[in-house]
């Protein structure tokens, strides 16, 4: 039995077009970004003698849709492209830039047309802050979207029926090489000890994938009069909100307290073992998440790298990892605190390249209907008044 390859699609209401991708993760690699590409299936009957265009953009979006528009909430269009791909402006085969692209030509026969995007360098990657339990609507994110629609023009009042919605999401992976593996080291002296308090910590390696465990080893000399008490140990994510009003929240995503003490005069070599990981964290408001596309599942966010000479702000969200290390000192006026900030990055491992003469020769079609995910209310329509076009718009193989 041969391997079998996803197509997404989705059609508008009214059935006048269709969007059909191989992929919906595009891989930015700093120095460059894999493009976007795909079909528009149109309906000529259904257009009734409306133009047809696809956009490419990304949406920064900070506060929830259904605030006051006096500066709480704010959206910025941080790039957008539009090509007209209804009546072709060029002859159709000119259009394929992909095999994906050629083998859905064939499949979907004399009413599909390709359309190809490339990304510039300088947009920021798929980033998601997530919302409480209890909150509604969109809150802070990067977002991407296809959107193809049917239109007198480009400029004219696009009814929803006619148009239909793609969210994307462009993600980093870890960069070749290895770094040097981080480390940190402090000397703390006391008021009324001849002699200070020596720490030192460091992981085995600079970047760590998800899903991985980190390990930290910490080396304590206390060559002072003081006790330590306990030794807490944290990941730490810190997202920085650069575009609009440069907040940060920093969230521990892993913390141990492992109550080891350390004594007057001892020493302590000790290798602590964490787990970052979002199912530890569903619940927490604030966390930053690999984008998001519908209830698809993600993950935490991958550290933030910039291609050297863009503008951190222009990057929307810039999310970055650190262990915490903190010694509790007792003392007679009580408990103070030493800490070490290690950072590290904590990204997704590159995937092996698939060569194109091993990519899957059978295609299988995946809609988007919420009725498909589990506890979801069966209905036609999903949230953004689409439907799935089923097998009745796409003619047979031919």
Request: charged share 30%; glycine share 6%.
């Amino acid at each position: 039995m041969s391997p079998k390859s996803v197509v997404f699609k989705k059609i508008c209401k009214d059935k006048s077009v269709g969007v059909y991708m191989g992929t919906r993760d595009f891989v930015d690699r700093v120095d460059s970004v894999d493009p976007v590409d795909g079909i528009i299936l149109i309906d000529p009957e259904a257009l009734q003698g409306r133009k047809v265009f696809v956009t490419l953009s990304c949406i920064f979006r900070y506060g929830r849709d259904d605030m006051d528009v006096m500066g709480i909430a704010f959206r910025r269009e941080l790039y957008l492209s539009t090509r007209q791909v209804y009546p072709p402006l060029q002859d159709r085969e000119k259009g394929i830039h992909t095999r994906i692209q050629a083998k859905l030509m064939r499949k979907l026969g004399d009413n599909a047309y390709p359309f190809f995007f490339e990304f510039p360098d300088n947009l920021p990657c798929s980033v998601a802050l997530q919302p409480s339990p209890h909150d509604v609507g969109k809150h802070c994110a990067v977002e991407f979207e296809i959107r193809a629609f049917s239109a007198e023009s480009q400029d004219a009042k696009v009814r929803k029926r006619s148009s239909v919605n793609l969210m994307l999401r462009k993600v980093q992976y870890a960069p070749e090489g290895e770094g040097e593996a981080p480390s940190v080291e402090t000397t703390k002296e006391f008021v009324m000890s001849d002699k200070p308090l020596h720490v030192k910590a460091s992981l085995d390696k600079e970047i760590y994938y998800h899903g991985e465990v980190v390990k930290v080893h910490v080396d304590v000399t206390n060559n002072s009069s003081k006790n330590i008490k306990n030794i807490i140990v944290s990941v730490d994510q810190i997202s920085n909100v650069v575009l609009y009003s440069n907040d940060s929240y920093v969230k521990s995503v892993a913390i141990e307290e492992f109550g080891d003490s350390v004594s007057s005069g001892a020493t302590l070599q000790k290798d602590y073992k964490l787990l970052p990981l979002l199912a530890n964290n569903r619940e927490r408001r604030g966390i930053a998440l690999d984008g998001k596309l519908k209830h698809e599942d993600t993950n935490l966010a991958s550290s933030s790298i910039v291609k050297e000479g863009v503008l951190k702000e222009v990057m929307g969200i810039m999310v970055s990892y650190r262990v915490m290390v903190k010694l509790i000192v007792g003392g007679m006026m009580g408990s103070s605190e030493v800490g070490l900030e290690i950072p590290f990055k904590l990204m997704h491992p590159k995937p092996d390249a698939v060569k194109e003469s091993e990519m899957e020769e059978e295609m299988v079609f995946q809609e988007f209907k919420r009725s498909y995910l589990k506890g979801m209310i069966a209905d036609n329509e999903d949230e953004d008044g689409n439907v799935s076009g089923g097998d009745d718009m796409a003619p047979k193989e031919k």
